[in-house]
């Protein structure tokens, strides 16, 4: 199965590929717990938690406050607040395609990867072969 991880000081996110759930494993106690997603695939936006939707998050990164999902099958990057759970999309039409722009008018094919340096978000588009 296909996960992808990235952590904080106390939790580890993993992005649940083949269950379309991103997961919250408390490090101190191991307890594991889906933070988001219907664990159906699908791509519903402005909702928290268990009411958003995933179809095979692949990449995910934190910045602390927010995790930040690279979303291969849906072309978008998605943006989740921790502390609500609240589900947005950051980037990305959900149309596969190049294009640069702000926000959900840029277009990605396939991002799979994805890292953060604090400042900016660095997407690794599988089928573009372009780092973002």
């Known amino acids: 199965m296909r996960r992808r991880r990235d952590r904080d000081v106390a939790n580890l996110y993993e992005a649940d590929s ?3 759930l991103i997961r ?3 490090i101190s106690t191991r307890v594991v717990t889906t933070l988001a997603g219907t664990g159906s695939s699908g791509s519903t936006d402005n909702t928290t938690g ?3 939707s995933f179809n095979t998050p692949t990449g995910i990164t934190t910045d602390g406050t927010n995790l930040y999902v690279a979303y291969q099958d849906s072309d978008k990057v998605r943006q989740i607040v921790i502390s609500t759970g609240v589900v947005t999309t950051l980037a990305g039409s959900g149309v596969g395609g190049k294009n640069n722009g702000p926000g959900t008018e840029a277009t990605f094919k396939q991002p799979v990867e994805i890292t953060t340096d604090g400042i900016d ?5 599988k089928s573009n072969h372009l780092i973002r």
């Open 24 to 26: 919250q494993i408390v």
């Open 50 to 52: 268990t009411s958003a």
């Open 121 to 125: 978000i660095y997407v690794i588009e």
């Open 18 to 20: 083949y269950n379309h």
